[in-house]
């Protein structure tokens, strides 16, 4: 059996684990230490709940990016989600950019879990539900459905959890 090479590429460094923490952005923030409530907001016809989250302090920092939610006032679900892009492997993108995305067709597993069918991920502001500068598609959510090492294949990269590495 032949070894994998894996070759550093930091687009794929940058977007993989990005897509990958789009989709566990719920999960992950449920565990943020500071969360602030930031009153409301209308947008496309809807009336949002905003909080805002992040870790260890509110200024500004590269350890941890920064978010402001907007949860449905009527399904309680989270909708929206506007976050600072800290770590950004272009070095002629500006500093002050950020994203946000937009979390919609939610769907419900065999387990009850409520999961998004789509996500549109947007530089910037939110703009239009049905566009993004990514969309990413998930058609089904199985939890636990294989060995945990299969998804850290490469033994030289430390697991980092919540965490970000410069």
């Known amino acids: 059996q032949k070894d994998t090479v ?10 993989l684990p990005a897509i990958q923490y789009f989709f566990e952005l719920p999960l992950r923030l449920k565990n943020a230490p500071i969360l602030k409530y930031a009153g409301t907001k209308e947008f496309e016809g809807s009336e949002y709940d905003l909080v805002f989250a992040t870790w260890d302090r509110l200024e500004p920092h590269k350890e941890h990016d920064q978010y402001l939610l907007y949860f449905d006032r009527n399904s309680g679900m989270l909708s929206f989600a506007s976050y600072t892009v800290r770590g950004m ?8 950019i950020y994203g946000s995305i937009h979390f919609t067709d939610i769907k419900t597993n065999k387990d009850g ?19 993004g500068f990514h969309t990413i598609t998930v058609d089904s959510l199985k ?16 697991f980092l959890g919540d965490g970000k590495q410069e």
């Open 143 to 158: 939890l636990n459905n294989f060995d945990r090492a299969k998804l850290y294949p490469n033994k030289n990269i430390d």
């Open 89 to 96: 492997y272009l070095s002629l993108v500006p500093r002050n």
């Open 6 to 15: 894996y070759k550093k590429k930091k687009s794929v460094v940058f977007t």
């Open 113 to 131: 879990i409520h999961y998004p069918g789509k996500m549109f991920v947007q530089l910037n502001r939110l703009k239009n539900k049905k566009r």
